[in-house]
């Protein structure tokens, strides 16, 4: 599913239909995407790049001789400008925040860009400073060269570095070490649901990584782990716990997928909402599980499964 028509429908404004010839229509998906990576979030990254396009036709653009960089620029400090108060609201927060999942997107550079910053590299992204995300994912991720960098952040190409070796340092141990075929990948997610869903306290063991973590996103409005949970123990003993809560039953699998990424689920839960489900593998282990709940999240994920 690609980012750019995962269209929030929060916020509505009047906009002419896209015009093939006007520089903004080309350049609106990855603009999308930059904003994404930045916020984690469809529906933010949707208006950020919405308000840009209002800012761009209100302009007089006459004298822009390179429109890309520039919309680059306007959608950074957006975006810069949004993660101020993003910060006061994830403080908030009822329980684990986690970016706003996104189902493989289905085009080339998307898929690159998903390989580079999987959801458990954006998670690690919430722990930078806002202009550390920004030179990291500008430079590293949609390679501008860092005197473009500079630009959008106002600051000067070796800050830009700088603050980019930094985020570097920073990920560099959120990588898995052992990278799984995407087939290896779906099977495991399959194997992970059915010993999950069944209570297989056993087979579970065999699949989680001695120091695997689980995630879960509720955002206080469906029920969820309040708390990161760590451990081969205690994430066992808690996905039992829930199975049994359940009477063992086997959810609806709306999409077998990536998701930002990682090999994942979409399934339709016994409340009659969908849950995504990621994992990050490490050879033949999982180390992470990313489970968002909050219907703010999926909503997006609603109107295009199910509508």
């Not at 090999?263 to 490490?282: H, K, S």
Request: glycine share 6%.
């Amino acid at each position: 599913m690609p980012l750019a028509s995962a269209i929030s429908t929060r916020r509505v404004v009047a906009v002419s239909p896209p015009d093939p010839a006007d520089p903004f229509t080309g350049v609106r998906p990855r603009l999308i995407r930059i904003a994404y990576r930045m916020l984690g979030s469809v529906a933010e990254a949707e208006d950020i790049v919405q308000e840009a396009w209002l800012r761009w036709h209100r302009s007089d653009t006459t004298g822009i001789r390179e429109p890309e960089a520039f919309l680059v620029r306007m959608v950074t400090r957006l975006c810069l400008d949004q993660l101020k108060s993003a910060r006061i609201r994830r403080e908030t927060y009822v329980g684990t925040w986690l970016p706003e999942p996104v189902l493989d997107p289905g085009d080339a550079a998307a898929d690159a860009e998903n390989e580079a910053v999987t959801l458990a590299l954006m998670l690690a992204l919430e722990s930078l400073s806002p202009l550390e995300r920004a030179a990291f994912l500008l430079h590293d991720v949609f390679g501008n060269p860092f005197e473009e960098v500079a630009a959008a952040l106002g600051r000067d190409a070796t800050a830009c570095r700088q603050l980019a070796s930094r985020a570097r340092t920073h990920l560099r141990d959120r990588r898995p070490r052992f990278p799984v075929a995407p087939e290896r990948g779906q099977a495991m997610a399959d194997a992970f649901l059915a010993a999950s869903r069944s209570g297989d306290v056993s087979a579970l063991r065999t699949m989680l990584a001695d120091d695997v973590v689980l995630y879960a996103d509720g955002g206080g409005r469906r029920p969820a782990a309040l708390n990161p949970i760590y451990g081969l123990d205690k994430v066992s003993r808690f996905l039992a716990g829930v199975a049994a809560k359940h009477g063992n039953a086997m959810p609806v699998v709306l999409r077998r997928c990536l998701i930002d990424g990682l090999p994942g689920l979409v399934t339709m839960e016994d409340d009659q909402l969908i849950q995504t489900t990621a994992f990050l593998l490490d050879g033949d282990r999982i180390r992470a599980i990313y489970i968002t709940r909050n219907p703010d999240k999926l909503h997006h994920l609603s109107v295009a499964l199910l509508s």
